[in-house]
């Protein structure tokens, strides 16, 4: 079987006043299809820069190194044409944005950029593509979603507004999510949710998903394999029962540790 | 008196404007009626439901939003009464890292800018002093001093956390407020951060409102927890007595939830079945459609469940429970 993604020998690059700044050295992994594969390590590691270099959305001041290679379904993305990557962004392949706020247009309803996924690969009709929209929003947990799809961003809770991001991404069930840190805004219950759509959407239409989140109790729960980043590089790649019970690198280990674990009677 | 509590907030309603279905504009309740004290040296945690008003409820007690019933009290001080010159020099005192960090900095200023600017602008330091103040700052949250000439959007989205953090310690408030200020930090470096906040607490009795959704973190910072449910707090206890006997059924829901932390105990979470509604006017219990509780009956809707005592300090709005009711 060949991988749904293989990303080889990736670097990149920053550039700014400073000089050049390396946030991704020659990382290289697979994403099987339907896979559940995390992507956990230090904050400012690359993870984002990880995500951004596959979607092809990397800053301006961003460069690939010149033997990197991201292949996803047979094509190389880093020579795809912008076209042919536009084509398969939302559709094929999508990003749930670690800070929505950020991410979603401010003036626009909610509900209408959901919409607008469907609208943009080729969905003719307007009506058909809000009941879709406002059946993804209810399946990722915002309560009232027809209410909802009027309301502006800034009129939604910080989870509300990563609930719509994931709607976004969801929407066309893409054959590949991926998610930073899609659950970080979320209580635990609409987290067991989400968590619970991805797992049905693997189930229903083979999605895979890069999950790149802190909780780790999110991993131990949800994932195959996980990918630990540190400083720009992949230190350990292992299943999750391996890396929650033989943690390889140094650094796992001290992650492990820091966990941070509820603590109930019995 | 030193059993004055430092903030103390009673009746607290809090009403949006947004654009409704129907009508144009249509007003929704986020805060319906919320009461709680933090003592000084005190971390609060407001916990609950995404939506269910956490952040709109700081945003109230920080004036930046306006209240539409209740009282804020901060060490004696009217909070809704304060204007101009005097809610400048208040604001000093109260600080707030908020949930979006990106939107909440100015994209102009580099990153030096950011985190001293409070210290010139409450005359607390400049010049070189200030420098070092932030080069200190911006090492305590774990990122470097050189960091200081970046702009926020060359950071990860972590590290703009933690320039939002070293913003709001540079003043040296006596009050913080924390809108899931360490969910974007892997667990070593929230581990560094929240050390720091403990520290300050125990050397300067720093007082926290601590609003975040990882129930572990929470036990590991909170001296008290209060849980919300769509606006109104539906219990409150010691963090000690909440997470061993929690009384509310949404309580209970809610940390049977947390995600394991092994891999081979995975099993099906609880799920909340049914749809919470938006907040709105409803007689009776918002919980009931969702509640799990065996004694639930046609009593628990027709009026709303009072926030009562169980033991001291362990408030809950549930008109089935009991503390001497198992834990499920
Ligand atoms: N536009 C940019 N210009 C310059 N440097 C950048 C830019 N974006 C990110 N960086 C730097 O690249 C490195 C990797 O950033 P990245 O966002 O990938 O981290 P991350 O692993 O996602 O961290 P976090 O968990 O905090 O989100 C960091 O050191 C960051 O400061
Ligand atoms: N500016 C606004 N205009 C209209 N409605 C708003 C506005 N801000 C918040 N709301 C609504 O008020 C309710 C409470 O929002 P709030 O942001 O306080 O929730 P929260 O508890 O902080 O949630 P989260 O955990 O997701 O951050 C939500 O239903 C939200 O849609
Ligand atoms: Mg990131
Ligand atoms: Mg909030």
């Known amino acids: 079987m060949t991988p749904l993604l293989d990303v080889s020998n990736l670097r990149v690059a920053y550039g700014d006043r400073s000089g050049k700044r390396v946030a991704v050295d020659s990382a290289s992994f697979t994403v099987e299809p339907g896979e559940i594969v995390a992507l956990v390590g230090e904050s400012g590691s690359g993870k984002t820069a990880t995500a951004l270099a596959i979607m092809g959305l990397l800053a301006n001041n961003a460069r690939v190194g010149p033997g990197s290679a991201i292949r996803f379904e ?12 536009r084509d398969l962004r939302g559709r094929r392949i999508s990003m749930v944005f670690q800070e929505p706020a950020a991410a979603l247009n401010p003036v626009m309803r ?3 950029q959901v919409a607008e996924v469907a609208l943009v690969h080729g969905e003719r009709d307007k009506k058909k593509a809000r009941e879709q929209a406002i059946a993804m929003l209810g399946r990722v947990g915002l309560p009232d979603p027809a209410e909802q799809y009027r309301a502006y961003p800034h009129e939604l809770s910080g989870g509300m507004r990563q609930r719509v991001m994931l709607a976004i991404a969801l929407l066309l069930k893409p054959s590949l999510v991926i998610a930073d840190e899609p659950t970080s805004a979320l209580d635990v219950t609409v987290q067991a949710q989400v968590l619970k759509l991805l797992l049905e959407l693997q189930r229903e239409s083979g999605t895979a998903v890069l999950l790149i989140t ?9 994932c195959s394999r996980a990918l630990v980043m540190k400083n720009g590089q992949l230190v350990e790649q292992a299943t999750v029962d391996a890396l929650f019970h033989a943690p390889q690198h140094e650094y796992t280990r001290e992650l492990l540790a820091a966990m941070p674990k509820l603590k109930r009677r019995a | 008196m030193s059993d004055r509590p430092l903030v103390s907030v009673g009746g607290l309603v809090v009403r949006h404007e947004s654009a409704g279905l ?16 933090i003592a000084r040296g005190e971390t609060l945690a407001l916990v609950g439901e995404s939506g269910c008003g956490k952040t ?6 920080l004036r930046l939003i306006d209240a539409a019933e209740g009282t804020m009290v901060y060490d004696g001080t009217d909070l809704r009464a304060l204007r101009g010159e005097t809610l400048r020099r208040q604001r000093k005192h109260m600080q707030i890292v908020f949930q979006d960090p990106f939107t909440s900095l100015n994209p102009r200023h580099t990153v030096g800018a950011i985190v001293g600017e409070g210290l010139l602008v409450h005359g607390i330091a400049k010049g070189d002093a200030a420098k070092a103040r932030v080069a200190t700052l911006l090492e305590e949250v774990g990122l470097s001093a ?12 972590g590290q703009r956390q933690r320039v939002a953090i070293a913003r709001a310690l540079a003043v040296d408030p006596e009050f913080l407020v924390l809108d899931e200020a360490v969910s974007a930090l892997d667990v070593t470096t929230q581990a560094q951060v929240l050390a720091l906040i403990l520290r300050l607490r125990d050397a300067r009795g720093l007082t926290c409102l601590f609003i975040a959704h990882n ?15 769509q606006g109104r707090i539906v219990e409150m206890a010691p963090s000690r007595a909440l997470f061993d006997l929690p009384a509310h059924p949404y309580t209970r829901a809610m940390l049977d939830a947390v995600p394991v932390s092994d891999p081979r105990d995975r099993k099906e979470r609880t799920l909340l079945v049914g749809d919470p509604g938006v907040t709105g006017v409803q007689t009776g219990c918002a919980f009931y459609s969702r509640c799990s509780h065996p004694a639930k009956d046609a009593a628990c809707t027709t009026q709303q469940p009072p926030l009562v005592s169980l033991a001291t300090g362990h408030l809950a709005a549930c008109i089935k429970t009991n503390i001497n009711l198992e834990p499920t």
């Open chain 2, 215 to 229: 129930l572990a973190v929470v036990q590991q910072v909170a001296d008290r927890v209060a849980v919300m449910y």
């Open chain 2, 22 to 37: 129907f009508t144009r504009r249509a007003t929704k309740t986020a805060v319906a009626g919320v009461t709680f004290d």
């Open chain 2, 56 to 61: 709109t409820t700081a945003r109230a007690l």
């Open chain 1, 74 to 85: 047979d094509r190389d993305l880093l020579t795809l044409p912008e076209r042919e990557l």
């Open chain 1, 214 to 222: 802190h909780d780790l109790g999110v991993v131990a729960e949800t």
């Open chain 1, 110 to 112: 909610v509900g209408e």
């Open chain 2, 146 to 157: 050189s960091d200081e000439n970046r702009y926020p959007h060359e950071l990860s989205g």
